[in-house]
């Protein structure tokens, strides 16, 4: 969570995501922070512009190096577009629009000036990695299932169900 005219952002959680970087109120130009990732703090604001989201954590859980969690950048009145960790989307000012996180990064939504609203955070996703000795059972997920090397991942990115292995 960013601040806001110069407050204060909220904590991280421990093991979960940084805090927000704090905001200014600089001469009447304000500049929104950037939210947290799960690597790095969000970035301040300033008068010059609003900071950018904090770094999001590379993973290879699904073979591939995708960075995740990473926080969305903030509004600012003027000055400069702030940019999202990776994974989260870019904050607005006068002359841009914010963005979405990415979809199944878990990503923050970028902030809004102007009264536009901010953008939505990314989806979250389960990735489960297992022997390839198994199989995976499930109902009402949306899931797909790839092997890397002698494992199985299997991706779930949306539903409400149940999982086993045999």
Known sequence: NGGYGGGSPGSGTTNQGYRGGYASN?????????GGGSASVGNDGNSSGSGNGGAGRAS???????????GGGGAAEGGSQSYGGA???????????????????????????????SSNGGSGVVILRYPNTFTIHQSGLNLTTTSVGSDKVTTITSGSGTVYFE
């Open 26 to 34: 600089d001469g009447g130009n304000w500049g929104a922070a950037g």
């Open 60 to 70: 290879t859980i699904t073979g591939s190096s995708v960075n995740r969690a990473g």
């Open 87 to 117: 994974g989260g989307g870019r904050g607005g000012v006068w002359t841009g629009s914010s963005t979405s996180g990415s979809a199944n990064t878990g990503g923050g939504g970028g902030g809004n000036d102007r009264g536009g609203g």
